[in-house]
C-alpha cells in the first residue's frame, strides 16, 4: 500500500485551502482544477472569437491584435497544461528527476521549434 | 542440467520481479513512464512546427480555414477531453482510497470520453473532407497547403486518444480482477499517459483553432 | 582527490631521451608536411583560395601539434612505462592533478577561441558583396546557373541587343567563361533535386536548393574572383563538381571553368564570337542545330561521340539516324526523332525507362524549345549515322512536314532568307531561354 | 576488511551451487529477458551487420578501383549500396553493439539483478530484426539510392518504394533505441544498490547515463522526421516539397538535430570502455575521475548546439557562424578525457593485453578524427571539403577509429565475463597491427583526395585520383581480411579458449565479482563495491582481489 499510504493525505480530503480560505467540495483539489480548466477555456474561445471579429481594421492594428491574441491565448494554454501536469500528473508529489526529466525536451523542444520558425521559409531573399 | 539452470533461473528471477521490492517497482513504472512521454513531447513538437510554420507563413489560408471550421464542435470535444482527464484522476483517487467499484465507474466514464472525442474528431474530419480539404496535396483546391498541416497532429494525437482507449478499456478489465486493490500504480501509469494526451490537445487545440 | 607527489611517476631516462626524439620529429614533421602542402590542394586559382588555403595551414599547424603531442605522451608511455614481465604489481594510486585538468581544459578552450577567430575572419573576408560584378565591358551583366540532372547550364544576359531590340542571351553549356579579376557572382537555381556547385580550384561551394516555381524558385548566390597563376598560359579551364548526391549521374555531373587572361581576351575569346553567333545564325539547319542542341542538357544523359557527350541515363544518339526508321512501324525518320524529342514519353527504347525532362513548345515545359529549334536539332540528329533514315535531300520540306503531322505546328523555316527573320526567330527564343534559366519558369 | 568479507562470502557459496555454467546456444535463439543473454543477443546481431556491411565496403572499394563504372551496372546501383552500408553500419551495427555491452555489462557494473524492464529490454532488442529484414528488402525491391542521410526531393519525388522501406526500417530502430534507452536510464537511476553512490559509478556507467540521455532526446526528433517522410512518400503530402509549399531543409534541419548528438550516441559508450579498460590494464586509477564522468553530459549537451555544421553549404550565409563556434567548442569536453586518458597511463604498469592494444588505438587514432573534425568546422575549409572524400575520412576515423576500435577493446576486454573463457592474446596482436596499419592506409590518403577535389557517393571520378584510390582499396582489402582474423578468434576462443576465472584482470569494477558467466541472478545478495571503482595501487585493493580470487578459486 505505499503507493496508497503515500498519497492519502493530499488526495483523500476534500478541503482545499482557495484564497485563503478553506472549501469543501467532493473530490477536493481534482474538482476545483477542473472547474479552473473549464473557466480558463471558456475564457480562451471568447476572446479568440471576439478579437477575431476585431482582426479587420488597418492592417497595423489588426496584426497588434494578432499579436495580443497570440499571447494571450498561448499563455492561457501553457497555464491550462501546467495545471494539468501539476495536479492530476502529481508532479507537485514527485522527486525533481521527474521535473527535469519533463523540462529537458520541452527545452530542447521549444529551442529547435524557434530556429525552426527563425529560418525563412524559402529563399535567401535574393 | 546447463539448459536446465540457464532456462530457469531467468525466468524464476524475473517472475513479476518477484526480487523487486514494490516501491522500487512503483519507482521504476512511473520513471519509465515520464521518460516516454519526455520523448513523445519532442515528436509531437516536430508535428507542431509543421503547422505554425503554415501559420506564421500563409496567414489568410489558415483565417479563411477557420471561418470553415468554426470552433463549437472542437470546443465541444476540448471539454469532452478535459473532463475524462478529471474522471481519470478521480479514478485514480477512488481506487487509492480503496474503492475499486468507484475507480471502474470513473475509468468507465474517461473511456467513454476518449470515444466520445474521436467520434468529434470524425465528425469534424468528414466535414473538412466536403469542405475539400485533404490530407494530399493537389494544386487544385486553395486547402493543398493546409490538409497536411492540420491532419498530421491532429491525426496523431487522435491515435493516441484512441490507444489511450483500449487502455483504459484493458485498466478496467484488470482492475475489475482486483489487480489495482494492492497497487494502483497500473492505474497511475495510464493516468500519466492520458493526462500527457489531454495536455497536448490543450495545446493543439489553442495553436490549431484558436490562434 | 589530491594526489601525494611521493607516487608521482618516476619517469625513466629511456622516456626522455624518447620524449626528446619525439618533440624533434614532431617539429621537423609538422615544417616538412606544411612544406609540401601545396600538393594536396588543388591550384589556388581564385582570390578566395589564397585566405582558405593559409586558414588551412593554420589548421594543419595546430591539428599537427595536438596530434603529434598525443602521439608522442602515447609513445612515452607506451615505451617508458610496460610493465616488466615479473612485476605483478599496480602503478601508483594517483588519482588526478586539479592544476593539470584545469590547465588542459584551459588551453585547448583557448586554441578553439583563436581557430574560431581566424575563421570568422576569413568567412567575412571572403564573403562580403563585390561592388562591380560581372563586369563586362563596363557594365554588369546577370550570370545564371541552372542544374539539373545531371548537367550544368549557363546563361549570361547580356545587355546587347538583337535585330529585334530583344536582349541576347547566351548559354554557354557546361562551361562558366569569366577573366581574372571579375567579381563573378552566380545566381544558382535548381531544376529538380538539390545540387551543389563546386569549383575546388576556386574553394567556393554553394547548394542549389528546389524552391516553389510559383514563389520565384529559391535562388542561391555563390561568389568568388579568379585570380592569377603564374606561370599558366590562360586561357585555363579549372573543372566544376556536383558536391551533393543527386542520383544515378552524380558523378557525371561536371563542368568547367574557363578563365581568361584579361578582359579583352574573354570579348575576343568568348563573348562577341557568342554574340556574333546569336546574331548570325550558319543558314544551314544542321550547323545551327548543332548549336541549338547544345544549349540543351541533351548531353547529361545521351552518349554521342562528335559532340563528346558521355551520358548513360538515356539511349545513345550515335547513330540514331540509321535507327529512327525502323524503331516505330508507320514512322518517317524524322517522324520518330521530332516525337522523342518534344513527346519523349510516346516510345522508349528498350531496356531504358521514362526519365526525360519535358521538352517543348509549352511555356510550362522544364525546357522550352520552339518549332525552329526543334527542326534544326532534327536536322543535325538526321547526320547522326551512316546511312540516315531521313530524306537529307530536301530536309526543309521533311521536317517541318513532320512536325506538323505529329504536333500540327506549321513551322515557318526561313533560314538564309535575310537577316531579319532568322534573327528574329532568334529573337523570340532569347528570353524564353533567359526565362527557363532563371527560375520564373511561368 | 568488512567491506570483503560480506559479499564475496556469499559469492565463494554461490560458486558451490552452480559452476562455471554458460546457457546452451540455444537459448539466444529465443525470447529471452536476461539482460546477459540479451546483451549477446544485441553483439552477435550487430556484429553479424558489421560483416554484412564491411562487405558492401568492400563492393564499394571495388567498384571505386577504376575511374569508371565496372562492377556495377549503373551509378543508382552504386549509390544504393554505400547508402545501406551506411544505414546498416550506423543503424544495424554501431548503436546496436553499444546496447549489447551496455545491457551485458551496466548491471553488473552498478551490482544489480537485472535491467529495470527486462520485458522492454527483450522487445527492443526483437525490433532490431524485423527491421532489418525491411531494409534489406528495401535493398533488393527498388533500392533507397539517396544516401543514409536521404535528403529530399531526391529521397521523397525521385526514389523508389526502397526508400520507404528504408524509413520504415529506420523507424522501427528508432523506436527500439528510445525503449533501450529508457530502459538504461531508469536501471542507473533506481537498480543501484545502496553502496552504489553515484560517484562510486564506473565510468561506463556514466557514458551509457548520457547517451541514453542524448538517445530519448533526440531519437524522436529521427522520428518525428521520417514519419513526415513517409507521409511525402505514400500520403501525397508536400513537407518538404517545395512546389507544395514544403522546405526541403526542414528535413536537414530535423535529421542533423537527431544525427548529430547521434554520433555523440555511436561514441561516448566507447569512451566509456576506454576508460575502463586503460585504467585496469595499466593497474592505476582513472585520472580525474569526475571530470571524464562530466565530460560525457558536457559532450551530450554542446552536441545539441551544433547540428548545423552539416549544412554549412546549404544554410543561410549568416546562420553559419554560430554553428562554427558551438562546434569548435565540442573539442574542449572530448580533450579533458584524451588527456585524462593519456593521464591515466602515464606512469601506470601498462600490460599489453589485446583489449589494451585496441585501447590504445583508439587513442591515437580518434584524435585524427577529432582534428579533422574541428578542421570541418572551421566553416571556410569546410566549404571547400564539404561532401568529400574529406569528410568520408573524418567520419571513418571517428567511427572506425573511434567506435569500432572502443568496440574491439570491449570484446577483449569482456569477452571472459560472457563466455568464461580468454581469447586468444597471440591472434588478437595479430588481429590489431593489420586493423591499425590496414585502418590508417586506408581512410588517412581520404584526406588528400577529398582536398584535392574528389568528390564523395560517385562511382565515377577524375582518373588522376585513381592511384590513390587503389592505395584505399588495397589497405581496404586488407582492413577487411584483419576483420576475418578475429571472428575466427572469437569462435575458436569460445570453444577451446583457457578457463578465464572469475577476475582474469583483477579488476575493481562489480562485474568482475561474480563467476564468469555470471548466475542468472548475477549476485546472491546486493555486493558491497569497493570504495573506488577504480582504487588500484593500494593495500586495500590488493586485499579485495586477493580475497575475491579466494573466493572463486573453486571455479578455476
Ligand atoms: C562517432 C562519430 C563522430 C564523432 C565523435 C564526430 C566528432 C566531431 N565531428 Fe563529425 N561527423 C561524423 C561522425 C562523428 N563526428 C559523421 C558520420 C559525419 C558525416 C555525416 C554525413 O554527412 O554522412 C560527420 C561530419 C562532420 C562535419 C560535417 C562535414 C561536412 O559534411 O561538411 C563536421 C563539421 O563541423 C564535423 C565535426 C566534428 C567535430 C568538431 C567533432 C568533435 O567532437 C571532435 C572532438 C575531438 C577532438 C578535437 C580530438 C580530441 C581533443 C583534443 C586532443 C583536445 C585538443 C584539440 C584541439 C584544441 C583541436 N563532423
Ligand atoms: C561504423 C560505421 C562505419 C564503418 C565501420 C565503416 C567501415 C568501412 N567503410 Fe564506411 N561509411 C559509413 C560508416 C562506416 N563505414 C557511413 C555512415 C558512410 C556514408 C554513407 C553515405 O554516404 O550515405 C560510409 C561510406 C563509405 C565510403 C564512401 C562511399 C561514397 O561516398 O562513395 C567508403 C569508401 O571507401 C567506405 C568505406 C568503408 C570501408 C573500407 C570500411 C571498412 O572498415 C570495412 C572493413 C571490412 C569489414 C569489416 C568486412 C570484413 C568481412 C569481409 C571482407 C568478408 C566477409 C563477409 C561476410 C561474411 C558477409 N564507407
Ligand atoms: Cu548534381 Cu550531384
Ligand atoms: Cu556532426
Redesign the pocket.
Known amino acids: 500500500m505505499t503507493e496508497a499510504t503515500h498519497h492519502a493525505g493530499e488526495h483523500h480530503s476534500n478541503t482545499v485551502r482557495l484564497l485563503g480560505r478553506e472549501i469543501t467540495v467532493e473530490g477536493g483539489v481534482y474538482t476545483v482544477v477542473f472547474g479552473a480548466l473549464a473557466v480558463l477555456t471558456v475564457i480562451e474561445v471568447l476572446s479568440a472569437e471576439f478579437l477575431k471579429g476585431a482582426i479587420h481594421d488597418s492592417p497595423e492594428s489588426a496584426a497588434a491584435l494578432q499579436a495580443i491574441k497570440a499571447v494571450l491565448l498561448l499563455g492561457i494554454a501553457i497555464i491550462k497544461s501546467s495545471l494539468v501536469i501539476w495536479f492530476y500528473m502529481h508532479l507537485r508529489s514527485e522527486k525533481p528527476l521527474i521535473a527535469i526529466v519533463i523540462l529537458l525536451p520541452l527545452l530542447i523542444a521549444g529551442l529547435s521549434i524557434m530556429y525552426l520558425l527563425a529560418i525563412p521559409p524559402s529563399g535567401y531573399g535574393i | 542440467m546447463a539448459e536446465l539452470t540457464a532456462n530457469q533461473l531467468p525466468a524464476v528471477a524475473h517472475d513479476d520481479h518477484g526480487h523487486m521490492s514494490e516501491e522500487e517497482h512503483n519507482n521504476n513504472m512511473k520513471l519509465g513512464v515520464w521518460l516516454y512521454l519526455a520523448s513523445e513531447i519532442v515528436i509531437f513538437s516536430i508535428m507542431i512546427v509543421g503547422y505554425i510554420i503554415l501559420r506564421i507563413n500563409e496567414e489568410d489560408v489558415v483565417a479563411q480555414a477557420h471561418e470553415q471550421l468554426g470552433v463549437g464542435l472542437v470546443t465541444a470535444n476540448t471539454f469532452v477531453l478535459l473532463a475524462s482527464s478529471f474522471f481519470m484522476v478521480m479514478g485514480l483517487r477512488a481506487m487509492q482510497a480503496g474503492n475499486r467499484p468507484g475507480m471502474l465507474r470513473w475509468i468507465g466514464l474517461t473511456a467513454l470520453g476518449g470515444i466520445v472525442f474521436l467520434c468529434g474528431q470524425y465528425i469534424e474530419y468528414s466535414e473538412l473532407a466536403h469542405l475539400g480539404i485533404v490530407l494530399g496535396f493537389d494544386t487544385a483546391s486553395e486547402w493543398s497547403t493546409f490538409g497536411m498541416r492540420f491532419y498530421a497532429p491532429t491525426f496523431f494525437h487522435g491515435a493516441h486518444v484512441f490507444v489511450g482507449v483500449i487502455w483504459a478499456l484493458e485498466v478496467m478489465r484488470r482492475g475489475a480482477k482486483g489487480r489495482y486493490d494492492h497497487n494502483p500504480i497500473g492505474i497511475e501509469m495510464f493516468g500519466l499517459y492520458w493526462h500527457f494526451v489531454d495536455v497536448v490537445w490543450i495545446m493543439l487545440f489553442t495553436l490549431i483553432y484558436l490562434v | 582527490m589530491e594526489n601525494n607527489p611521493s607516487n608521482r611517476p618516476s619517469i625513466s631516462p629511456a622516456a626522455v631521451v624518447v620524449a626528446a626524439v619525439f618533440l624533434l620529429v614532431s617539429v621537423i614533421g609538422v615544417n616538412w608536411f606544411t612544406s609540401f602542402v601545396p600538393a594536396v590542394l588543388p591550384p589556388q586559382a581564385s582570390a578566395e583560395s589564397k585566405s582558405v588555403d593559409e586558414l588551412f595551414y593554420i589548421l594543419v599547424i595546430i591539428g599537427g601539434i595536438v596530434f603529434f603531442l598525443i602521439q608522442g605522451m602515447l609513445l612515452i608511455s607506451v615505451i617508458a612505462f610496460r610493465a616488466r614481465d615479473d612485476d605483478p604489481g599496480d602503478g601508483p594510486p594517483q588519482h588526478g592533478n586539479p592544476l593539470l585538468e584545469i590547465i588542459w581544459t584551459i588551453i585547448p578552450a583557448l586554441v578553439v577561441i583563436f581557430l574560431a577567430v581566424i575563421s570568422y575572419q576569413v568567412w567575412t573576408q571572403n564573403s562580403e558583396p563585390k561592388a562591380a560584378i560581372n563586369m563586362v565591358d563596363g557594365e554588369e551583366i546577370a550570370i545564371n546557373v541552372s542544374g539539373a540532372r545531371y548537367a550544368w547550364t549557363h546563361t549570361y544576359a547580356t545587355n546587347r541587343l538583337d535585330a529585334d531590340g530583344e536582349p541576347i542571351v547566351i548559354n554557354s553549356g557546361d562551361s562558366l567563361h569569366t577573366y581574372i579579376g571579375q567579381n563573378v557572382d552566380l545566381r544558382l537555381q535548381t531544376m529538380d533535386v538539390i545540387h551543389s556547385y563546386w569549383v575546388p580550384a576556386m574553394r567556393v561551394k554553394q547548394d542549389l536548393l528546389p524552391g516553389n516555381p510559383a514563389t520565384g524558385g529559391r535562388p542561391t548566390e555563390l561568389r568568388f574572383t579568379p585570380a592569377r597563376i603564374d606561370g599558366v598560359d590562360y586561357p585555363q579551364a579549372y573543372p566544376i563538381v556536383c558536391a551533393e548526391l543527386c542520383g544515378d549521374g552524380h558523378g557525371r555531373m561536371r563542368g568547367s571553368v574557363v578563365v581568361y587572361e584579361d578582359e579583352s581576351q574573354f570579348l575576343e575569346l568568348f563573348y562577341e564570337p557568342a554574340i556574333h553567333a546569336i546574331l548570325n545564325p550558319p543558314a544551314d539547319p544542321v550547323l545551327r542545330g548543332e548549336i541549338v542542341i547544345q544549349e540543351y542538357i541533351c548531353n547529361s544523359c545521351h552518349v554521342l561521340d562528335s559532340l563528346g557527350w558521355t551520358g548513360s541515363t538515356g539511349p545513345a544518339m550515335n547513330g540514331i539516324a540509321d535507327r529512327a526508321g525502323e524503331r516505330v512501324p508507320g514512322q518517317s525518320a524524322e517522324e520518330y526523332i521530332v516525337t522523342s524529342v518534344w513527346n519523349s514519353q510516346a516510345f522508349v527504347v528498350p531496356g531504358y525507362t521514362e526519365q526525360m525532362a519535358a521538352f517543348g513548345p509549352d511555356q510550362l515545359d522544364a525546357y522550352y524549345m520552339e518549332a525552329e529549334q526543334l527542326y534544326a536539332i532534327v536536322a543535325y540528329l538526321c547526320t547522326q549515322g551512316e546511312d540516315s533514315d531521313c530524306d537529307l535531300e530536301n530536309q526543309t520540306e521533311a521536317i517541318p512536314q513532320a512536325i506538323s503531322t505529329v504536333f500540327g505546328i506549321d513551322v515557318d523555316i526561313t533560314f538564309g532568307r535575310g537577316e531579319s527573320d532568322e534573327s528574329g526567330a532568334m529573337a523570340d527564343e532569347a528570353p524564353e531561354a533567359a526565362a527557363d534559366e532563371s527560375e520564373t519558369s511561368d | 576488511m568488512a567491506t570483503i568479507a560480506v559479499p564475496l562470502g556469499a559469492q565463494g557459496e554461490l560458486q558451490e551451487a552452480e559452476a562455471v555454467r554458460r546457457p546452451a546456444l540455444s537459448e539466444y535463439l529465443r525470447w529471452s529477458v536476461d539482460h546477459k543473454i540479451i546483451g549477446v543477443q544485441y553483439g552477435v546481431a550487430s556484429f553479424l551487420f558489421?560483416?554484412?556491411g564491411?562487405?558492401m565496403?568492400?563492393g564499394?572499394?571495388l567498384e571505386?578501383w577504376t575511374p569508371d563504372l565496372d562492377l556495377m551496372v549503373s551509378g543508382s546501383a552504386y549509390n544504393s549500396l554505400?547508402?545501406i552500408?551506411?544505414t546498416i553500419?550506423?543503424f544495424l551495427?554501431?548503436i546496436p553493439m553499444w546496447a549489447a555491452f551496455g545491457n551485458f555489462v551496466v548491471p553488473l557494473q552498478l551490482g544489480a539483478k537485472d535491467m529495470a524492464f527486462p520485458w522492454l529490454n527483450a522487445f527492443a532488442f526483437w525490433l532490431i530484426p524485423p527491421a532489418a529484414v525491411v531494409i534489406l528488402l528495401g535493398y533488393f525491391v527498388s533500392p533507397a539510392e539517396a544516401?543514409?542521410?536521404s535528403y529530399p526531393p531526391l529521397s521523397t519525388l525521385f526514389s523508389g518504394d526502397g526508400q520507404t522501406l528504408w524509413a520504415l526500417g529506420a523507424h522501427l530502430l528508432g523506436i527500439s533505441s528510445i525503449m533501450g534507452s529508457i530502459n538504461f536510464i531508469v536501471t542507473i537511476f533506481n537498480m543501484r544498490p545502496p553502496q552504489m553512490t553515484i560517484w562510486r559509478m564506473p565510468l561506463l556507467c556514466w557514458a551509457v547515463l548520457a547517451t541514453s540521455i542524448i538517445a530519448v532526446m533526440a531519437t524522436p526528433f529521427l522520428a518525428g522526421a521520417l514519419t513526415l517522410l513517409l507521409l511525402d512518400r505514400v500520403a501525397g503530402t508536400t513537407f518538404f516539397d517545395a512546389a507544395g509549399g514544403g522546405d526541403v531543409l526542414l528535413w536537414q534541419n530535423i535529421f542533423w538535430f537527431y544525427s548529430h548528438p547521434a554520433v555523440y550516441i555511436m561514441v561516448l559508450p566507447g569512451m566509456g570502455v576506454l576508460s575502463e579498460v586503460l585504467s585496469i590494464h595499466s593497474r592505476k586509477p582513472v585520472f580525474g575521475y569526475r571530470m571524464v564522468g562530466l565530460s560525457s553530459m558536457g559532450i551530450a549537451f554542446v552536441g545539441f548546439t551544433v547540428w548545423a555544421h552539416h549544412m554549412f553549404t546549404s544554410l543561410q550565409p549568416e546562420l553559419r557562424i554560430p554553428f562554427m563556434i558551438t562546434t569548435m567548442i565540442i573539442a574542449v569536453p572530448t580533450g579533458i578525457k584524451m588527456f585524462s586518458w593519456l593521464g591515466t597511463i602515464w606512469g601506470g604498469k601498462i600490460r599489453f593485453t589485446s583489449a589494451m592494444l585496441f585501447a590504445l588505438g583508439f587513442l591515437s587514432l580518434f584524435v585524427i578524427g577529432g582534428i579533422s573534425g574541428v578542421m570541418l568546422a572551421a566553416l571556410p575549409f569546410d566549404i571547400h571539403v564539404h561532401d568529400t572524400y574529406f569528410v568520408?575520412s573524418h567520419?571513418?576515423f571517428v567511427?572506425?577509429g573511434g567506435?569500432?576500435f572502443a568496440v574491439y577493446a570491449a570484446l577483449y576486454h569482456w569477452f571472459p565475463k560472457v563466455t568464461g573463457r580468454m581469447m586468444n592474446e597471440r591472434l588478437g596482436r595479430i588481429h590489431f597491427v593489420f586493423t591499425y596499419f590496414g585502418f590508417l592506409f586506408?581512410f588517412f590518403p581520404m584526406h588528400v583526395v577529398g582536398m584535392l577535389g574528389m568528390p564523395?557517393?560517385?562511382a565515377v571520378y577524375a582518373p588522376e585520383f585513381q592511384h590513390w584510390n587503389q592505395v584505399?582499396s588495397l589497405s581496404?582489402f586488407v582492413?577487411?581480411f584483419s576483420?576475418?582474423i578475429v571472428v575466427y578468434n572469437v569462435i575458436r576462443s569460445y570453444n577451446h579458449g583457457p578457463i578465464a576465472g572469475a577476475n582474469p584482470w583483477r579488476a575493481l569494477t562489480l562485474e568482475w565479482q561474480t563467476t564468469s558467466p555470471p548466475p542468472a541472478t548475477n549476485f546472491v545478495d546486493d555486493p558491497i563495491p569497493f570504495e573506488e571503482p577504480y582504487g588500484y595501487g593500494t593495500e586495500a585493493s590488493a586485499a579485495y582481489l586477493d580475497a575475491v580470487d579466494q573466493a572463486f578459486r573453486r571455479s578455476r
Open positions: 558489421f560483416l554484412i564491411g562487405a565496403a568492400m564499394i572499394r571505386l554505400f547508402t552500408h551506411g553500419m550506423i551495427f554501431i544516401g543514409w542521410t568520408v567520419f571513418h567511427l572506425f567506435s569500432v586506408t564523395r557517393r560517385v584505399i581496404a582492413l577487411g576483420t576475418l
